[in-house]
């Protein structure tokens, strides 16, 4: 898995040097060019320094994303599911099983990663565990021991479901972060319809709330 060299952008962005970014980290400043150069993978630990040494976030770092993802948090679930059903259709299997899951699926209890990839199969993607593990390419035994665990120490995974799913990195990294749609691969013009929609539900919920 190759990150998009987001690490050196959002470095050169916080005018630092490898060598000043070294020193705050602690390490050898070959880590730092190792991480830029895609000669080794980053750890998650080490993701999470980042995002606070260059102001930057997990989105920025390991996909090269140059716009910020779009905080879903105010949303409801219907809002969101249309959200989902607008633009990830090619990835949603309609199942009226999944559709009973989905009713005892609550969002606000979607703390830690495995519920988050709980969360992300059933109610976003609605699919099963098998569908999954296809998408991902690792077994069902690794989905599941991903929907048990607190955290996962994969950055690769974390890319990967990112990716599929759509939400950010920083969703699945850090479990405070409220739910993101990930800027990855989005136009300028779906972004801009995306944060519109997205800014009338917020408003409208407001309103009538």
């Given at each position: 898995?190759v990150?998009?060299?987001?690490?050196?952008?959002?470095?050169?962005k916080?005018?630092m040097?490898?060598?000043?970014?070294?020193?705050?980290?602690?390490?050898d400043?070959?880590v730092?060019?190792d991480?830029?150069?895609?000669?080794?993978m980053?750890?998650l630990?080490d993701v999470?320094?980042?995002?606070?040494y260059?102001?930057?976030?997990?989105?920025?770092?390991?996909?090269?994303?140059t716009?910020?993802?779009?905080d879903?948090?105010?949303?409801t679930?219907?809002?969101?599911?249309?959200?989902?059903?607008?633009f990830?259709?090619?990835?949603?299997?309609l199942?009226?099983?999944?559709?009973?899951?989905?009713?005892?699926t609550?969002?606000?209890?979607?703390?830690?990663?495995g519920?988050?990839?709980?969360y992300?199969r059933v109610?976003?993607?609605?699919?099963?565990q098998?569908e999954?593990?296809y998408?991902?390419?690792?077994s069902?035994?690794?989905?599941?021991?991903?929907?048990r665990?607190?955290?996962?120490?994969?950055?690769?995974?974390?890319?990967?479901?990112?990716?599929?799913?759509?939400?950010?990195t920083?969703?699945l990294?850090?479990?405070?972060?409220p739910?993101?749609?990930?800027?990855?691969?989005?136009d300028?013009?779906?972004?801009?319809?995306?944060?519109?929609?997205?800014?009338?539900?917020v408003?409208?919920?407001?309103?009538?709330?």
């Amino acid at each position: 898995m190759v990150i998009n060299n987001g690490i050196k952008d959002a470095r050169e962005k916080k005018m630092m040097t490898q060598n000043d970014l070294a020193k705050r980290m602690g390490v050898d400043v070959n880590v730092i060019k190792d991480w830029e150069e895609n000669n080794t993978m980053i750890s998650l630990k080490d993701v999470r320094r980042l995002t606070k040494y260059l102001d930057a976030t997990s989105d920025q770092l390991l996909l090269g994303c140059t716009k910020p993802p779009i905080d879903l948090s105010g949303l409801t679930e219907d809002q969101i599911e249309e959200i989902f059903s607008l633009f990830i259709t090619n990835l949603k299997k309609l199942n009226r099983h999944h559709r009973k899951i989905n009713m005892k699926t609550n969002r606000s209890t979607v703390r830690d990663f495995g519920s988050k990839v709980y969360y992300i199969r059933v109610r976003l993607l609605e699919i099963s565990q098998e569908e999954l593990s296809y998408k991902l390419n690792i077994s069902r035994t690794s989905v599941q021991s991903y929907e048990r665990s607190s955290e996962v120490d994969s950055v690769n995974r974390i890319i990967s479901l990112s990716k599929l799913s759509k939400v950010s990195t920083d969703y699945l990294i850090f479990n405070d972060c409220p739910l993101q749609l990930s800027s990855y691969e989005l136009d300028n013009e779906r972004y801009s319809i995306l944060k519109q929609l997205v800014q009338f539900y917020v408003k409208y919920n407001t309103i009538h709330n």
